[in-house]
Structures are given as C-alpha cells and as structure tokens.
C-alpha cells in the first residue's frame, strides 16, 4: 500500500491524537513446498465492451481498457501480504491481437531492465518466437513520461537454437510489429510500464511468417514472461510466469543464452483450462478473533520476568482464535481442504523460523493441520472458515513477551489431489499498535542458507526503503484511500463504486482500503512504510556485456501507520548495528552464516503547525564592485517560514550584515526578502533550496531591490527543533555599481 504526500490543516488535537501503525507483514518467499502446484495456466479474456481495448501508449494502470484483463502478481503476492514489490501481469485478447500489460515495482528503473517473452502455438520449434525488449537507453526518461517506444527489441525463431552461441538476434525496426506495437511509460524512479499488442494470425500456413504470431483458434499454446530488474548495484531480480521459471544461465552467462526449455513455460487458452480457477486465499482473510485484529493475547504474568522464572508460578493464557477463509472460483467443490497455521518473530525470518502453533500449549476448536472441509464452488464472499483456538504455555507466553510482535503463515493443502490452488500459502502480520512515536524491531535471518557466495565471508542482503503517505475517508465499514488533488469519496458512497474510483495502484505500489475496526478513532492519514529485501547469491548474468549478481527476494516487512488528525510531515528513520546506508532508502546488511541481526524502524506523526521561527549567525563574504576594499564580518538573521504541506515553504528572512572598510569604517547593510523555499527531501535530513526578492538598505546609502538565492541542510532531531546551516548569495546594486555578498549562518528553528 503506498500513498502520495498530502497538506493538511493543523489539528487542534493535543496528546490524545495518536499514531496508530497497523503492521503487515510482507511475507517469506522461501516457503515449504507443499502438494499444490503453482498456477502456470491462463485464459485471456476477450477485450472491449464499453471499456474499450487498451490505448497503446505505455499506461496500464489508468487505463480502462484493461478492465476485463486475467491478472497474475508475479512476486508472490501471497506471501507478502499484498504491500510488497509487485510485478503485474495483464493479459487479454481480441480476434486480432493477444494484449500483454506489465506494471513493473522495482527498487529503482535502471539502463538493462529487460523484458523477455517467449511463444510457442504450434509442434513446430521454428515457429517458435522469443522477444528481448529493452525499454531504457542509458540516459532515463523523464518521470512520468509515456507512450514510448522501446530503447531496442530483438528477437529469434526456433527454440532449438536460440540458446545457441550461434544464434543471431533479429533487430526489430520501429516500423515493424515487435517495436510498433510496444509501448512504454516511466511512471515512477522504482516503476515503469509496458503495453504489448500482438497480431494474430489464424493460417497455421503463415506461422513461419515474422509479420504476426500464429495461434490456434482453439487448443492451447505456451507463454513465458520475465521481468527482470537490474540496479546500479550490479544485481539483478527476476519475475517471471509461470513463478519460479526463470533464466537458466548457460556456461557463458549470456542472456540470449539463457532461456528456460519449453517445459517450464506457462499454458494459455483462447477457451478454457481446468487450472485458470482454483481455491485461494488472501492476507486480509487471515487473523485472529482478538479484539485487536493483529495482537496475540497473553496473561499479563508472562511480561513479569520474576515470575517467568519461578518454576511455582503457573498460568492459564488466554485462547487466541486463529481464523482463515479460502475462495473458490470453480464451478465444483473443492473437497477435503485444510489448513495449517504457523507463526513467526517479526521481521525476514528464514523457512525454518515458522513455528507451527500446538502440540504445546492449549488447541480448541479444531487441530493443527485443522480438520479437512469442503469449500463450495463459485463461493465469494467464503462461505468456509477453518479456525482453531490456541492458549499458550507458561514458558511460550514468556518467550512471545519478548518478541510480542509476530507474523502468521497460513498454508492450505487437500488430501484430494483433484483440488486446484491459486496459491498455497499467505502471510499477515499479528500486531496492532498506537503510539504517537513508533519505533519497532525487526530479525532478519541468515539461518538456513548455508555458506555465503565465494568472495564473501557473510550472507549480504540489500534492503530497500519505500515509503510514502495517503489521506483516507470512511466509506462503510472501511478507510478507502484518494490521491492528493482528487476529491474525497464520499462517506454515503457505495462501496463498490468507492473501489472502482480509489482502490487501486498509486505511485509506488497497490493502494489498499482499511478495515474501519483496525482504527476506532478513525483514520485522517497515513504512511505506508516497506523494507523490501534481496539476497545476494552466486548466480550471474552478462545483460548487453555488463555482469550482474542475482539477487532472490526473501520477503520483506512494513507499516501502515494510521493517524486521526492533521500531520504536518512525517519522521522515518531505519537504523541497525551492522545496517550501512548505500544510498537514500537503499541499505546493506551482512550477517554472518546462522545468525540473526536486528534492525528498528521509526515513524513519527508530526502535529506541529505550519509556523517556524528560525535565529542564524555566520561570516559574510563581500563579492561585488562596492567591497573591493572591504572585508566580510558578522552576519545574522531571523526568518519565520510558513510550511505547505511537507516540502513547499514561504519564508519571510530579516538580514543584518557588516563589513570592515578602509579607515576603521564599518558599511552596514539591513535586508528583508520575501522568498519562496523547497524542501527536497523529508525525514531527519531535510536539503532546502530557495529564492526571492526584498529591499536592502545600505548605510551609509540608499535603499535598493535586490534578490537572494541559497542553498542549506536541515536536521531535525527533535520534531519541533531543526538545526539548520544555510548558504546565501545576495545580488543587488547601488548606484549601478554591484554590491552582491554571500552569507554562511548556522542556526536554529522552532517550530509551532
């Protein structure tokens, strides 16, 4: 879930006004195989109505025409909760052209992002297509630029060469369909998105043909796609369908050499295939009964470490009700369903950190594994919840005391192998806090990887920082989410219409409505907080000559933390021992093989007002005509800002300067300006920019206009406190003559 910056009206709330994060947990993407196979089976859908088809012009996200489309999230979305890195795949048709839309989350858009598609619709390998698409040359587009073409698209024909050092890549010129049919949008720094339309041919005679692609008019055909990510880190990620298909490096390490065989591709049909429905679960029907959704319930002996190691102390905990509610999109009933409920300490754990809750301690209700059941065909909402009840042990309630904070794992199985799953596994975080400053702890894991790549002594992990902030309106019995600019829903608003105008995909990542019961005092704003994280491995691969490291994803976690009142800007910041800060949100961690290394975030709710009084001193520094004989001396200031939203600012600056002249002489100059002042980053170090006009009076002189421009660094360690160093240049003249300075001041802000 991410959300964009909005300016609201300071509120009158005082201490009672508190920060609420509701936590979810993003998930594990090394989870224990189970029996359910993964979903590598599509049906496009056809395209059109009164939607449309898609405009061809790089943007997916916005446009309706992919309304009716079959949607695949390729980085697990099961196991990260529905708010971690996403990579969409569309997919629709038309009796002329098979449509393919890409929404591509990344840690940032990067020069070799490449995108790989492979076709095969007939028994004839020659027939067969694969397409490199580069969107990107080496100098970017501008953010927010569409309708694209791509930087270079090449492809082969016949799957039995193509991996071949002999194999010649056919370039595709604009004017032909691979180029001319593709488009590209640079929607965000860590997005982009591609729209692809491909013709189709009906005449199995004109599959050899490289002017359209050949599909049967029924029957199947195979599809891979990939997604793969590059940074300037020199890794690389991947997300490919069917998941878990990715490149297969040869011996050369070329890309153009390494595509998977035909056998790990992915089924589609223009008809019907049994495994485009299945059973499937979702993060938000998973929990608990608790009255606090996300928060595991213990006897209040167990936070009394006295008592914990009294061995003639005992307790009774009390049940903790574990929930979950499969759907089934088929037409028959999937028979014989069960689930199993694990948990896990808060943060990246490694597989085997799960806990599977029971045999110890108290289960009522149902087992674990729980009792198999039927989930009915076509069953939206879900009509079948499998739930058990759990009373911790003593000694597990004085464990959890310590790491209070835990992630559920919910994994679904059949003892019937005719049953279909979706998805076999999803992940939701079990805590729900309210401070008006929070600060948590995370463990990420390095157990259970064995020995790190050659070359390195530790396992090394990159951690990559999204975040932004969203403001909210309750529609029924949920917070729905509106950009900045757009009106808010109303509260009398259907619900379904509310979906249909404000959930979706914002900036950085899918925007999500809020359960009202997880914010009784409601919900004004809030930010959304993620650590994605990536482990380096030994695996490369040469994209157009440059070397890159795999990196595989191993989940992630984050925060959405909710407000009821009017937030001035938020805090954030990520700190950890061995945590070594690369660049702004990008981190790297390296943990030595079986240990664990803990990292805090924090997130403040600033409710300060938009008033601030700043006092500076410093050197002035003469520059024009008018000072050639006189030195720079004391120079201070006092300015009041008054801040719009979170980065824009006016500021009304006094200025008073002195400098030493010839003879003991001292020339003064008193100045007041009216400038405008950009904040360029948010957080604990704030960059500023800013520029303005005023009149500076000189004495002995006259009174002149004149402007100033300047640069400065903000820290805030305190939300209503910043410390500030500033540099200014003053051009102005008198009499015709220049009298331009720079100022140096270090100084202090209040906020109110």
């Given at each position: 879930m991410t959300c964009k910056q909005t300016s609201q009206p300071r509120s009158s709330a005082g201490t009672d006004r508190l920060l609420k994060p509701l936590l979810l947990s993003l998930g594990l993407a090394l989870l224990t195989p189970l029996s359910a196979p993964a979903q590598d089976e599509m049906c496009p859908p056809a395209l059109g109505g009164l939607a449309g088809t898609p405009t061809l012009d790089g943007n997916v996200d916005g446009d309706n025409g992919w309304a009716a489309a079959t949607q695949f999230n390729l980085i697990d979305p099961t196991a990260t909760g529905g708010t971690s890195r996403d990579v969409v795949l569309r997919v629709g048709q038309t009796s002329t052209h098979l449509y393919l839309g890409l929404i591509i989350d990344e840690p940032q858009v990067h020069q070799d992002d490449v995108l790989v598609i492979g076709l095969s619709t007939d028994t004839n390998d020659a027939h067969d297509w694969r397409l490199h698409i580069k969107p990107f040359d080496t100098a970017l587009p501008s953010v927010g630029t569409n309708n694209l073409s791509p930087h270079t698209v090449d492809y082969w024909r016949d799957s039995t060469i193509w991996n071949t050092a002999g194999a010649t890549a056919n370039p595709a010129?604009?004017?032909?369909?691979?180029?001319?049919?593709t488009r590209i949008q640079r929607t965000t720094s860590?997005?982009?998105?591609?729209?692809?339309?491909i013709p189709r041919e009906g005449n199995i005679a004109n599959a050899g043909s490289n002017n359209a692609v050949y599909?049967?008019?029924?029957?199947?055909?195979?599809?891979?796609?990939?997604?793969?990510?590059t940074t300037f880190l020199g890794t690389y990620t991947e997300a490919p369908w069917p998941q878990g298909s990715g490149v297969v490096p040869a011996p050369s390490l070329l890309l153009n050499e390494s595509t998977p065989p035909k056998t790990q591709w992915g089924t589609a049909s223009f008809g019907s295939l049994p495994g485009c429905d299945g059973v499937r679960l979702t993060w938000d029907h998973i929990g608990t009964r608790n009255p606090t959704v996300h928060q595991i319930l213990l006897n209040p002996d167990a936070f009394n470490a006295a008592k914990c190691a009294d061995p003639?102390?005992?307790?009774?905990?009390?049940?903790?009700?574990?929930?979950?509610?499969?759907?089934?999109?088929?037409?028959?009933?999937?028979?014989?369903?069960?689930?199993?409920?694990?948990?896990?300490?808060?943060g990246i754990p490694s597989a085997s950190q799960w806990n599977q809750i029971g045999p110890a301690g108290t289960l009522s209700g149902n087992t674990n594994p729980t009792s198999p059941a039927t989930v009915p065909a076509a069953g939206f909402p879900p009509s079948t919840t499998f739930e058990v009840g759990w009373a911790p042990t003593k000694q597990q309630s004085c464990d959890y005391a310590n790491h209070t904070h835990q992630c559920i794992l919910v994994e679904m199985d059949s003892t019937n192998p005719s049953v279909r799953f979706l998805n076999r596994a999803v992940t939701r975080n079990m805590d729900f806090v309210h401070a008006s400053t929070f600060q948590r702890d995370a463990e990420v894991s390095a157990i259970g990887y064995g020995p790190p790549p050659a070359g390195?002594?530790?396992?090394?992990?990159?951690?990559?920082?999204?975040?932004?902030?969203?403001?909210?309106?309750r529609v029924g019995d949920r917070f729905?989410?509106?950009?900045?600019?757009?009106?808010?829903?109303?509260p009398n608003m259907d619900e379904g219409t509310a979906d249909t105008a404000y959930y979706g995909r914002r900036a950085r990542g899918p925007v999500l409505p809020v359960p009202a019961r997880l914010f009784p005092n409601a919900i004004r704003e809030a930010m959304t907080w993620t650590v994605l994280a990536y482990r380096k491995t030994a695996q490369g691969l040469i994209i157009d000559g440059t070397r890159y490291t795999k990196a595989e994803p191993v989940g992630g976690f984050g925060y959405v933390?909710?407000?009821?009142?009017?937030?001035?800007?938020?805090?954030?910041?990520?700190?950890?021992?061995?945590?070594?800060?690369?660049?702004?949100?990008?981190?790297?961690?390296?943990?030595?093989?079986g240990h664990v290394e803990t990292v805090t975030t924090t997130i403040q709710a600033i409710e300060t007002g938009p008033w601030s009084l700043s006092v500076h001193a410093g050197q002035n520094d003469p520059q024009g005509d008018r000072w050639d004989a006189c030195d720079g001396d004391l120079s201070w200031g006092v300015d009041l800002e008054y801040l719009f939203g979170d980065r824009w600012a006016a500021e009304l600056f006094y200025g008073h300067e002195d400098f030493n002249c010839p003879g003991g002489h001292k020339d003064t100059v008193d100045h007041l300006s009216l400038n405008g002042k950009a904040y360029l980053l948010s957080g604990f170090w704030r960059p500023f920019v800013g520029v303005g006009i005023g009149g500076y009076d000189f004495s002995p002189g006259p009174t002149e206009l004149g402007g100033n421009v300047f640069v400065g660094l903000q820290a805030n360690p305190l939300p209503n406190l910043g410390v500030e160093a500033t540099a200014r240049y003053h051009k102005v003249q008198v009499s015709s003559t220049d009298a331009d300075f720079l100022t140096y001041h270090v100084g202090l802000r209040f906020r109110f």
């Open positions: 010129p604009l004017a032909t369909w691979p180029s001319a049919n860590s997005r982009w998105e591609i729209e692809i339309r599909f049967p008019a029924s029957g199947s055909f195979e599809l891979y796609v990939d997604a793969i990510s003639g102390q005992n307790w009774t905990n009390p049940t903790n009700t574990f929930f979950s509610e499969p759907e089934n999109t088929t037409t028959a009933d999937a028979d014989d369903v069960f689930v199993t409920y694990k948990i896990a300490n808060w390195q002594t530790a396992q090394e992990f990159l951690l990559f920082v999204v975040s932004d902030t969203e403001r909210y309106e729905v989410p509106f950009p900045q600019g757009a009106k808010p829903p109303s933390a909710g407000h009821d009142g009017a937030v001035s800007r938020w805090v954030q910041r990520f700190e950890g021992a061995k945590l070594e800060r690369l660049s702004e949100d990008v981190y790297l961690l390296r943990i030595e093989p």
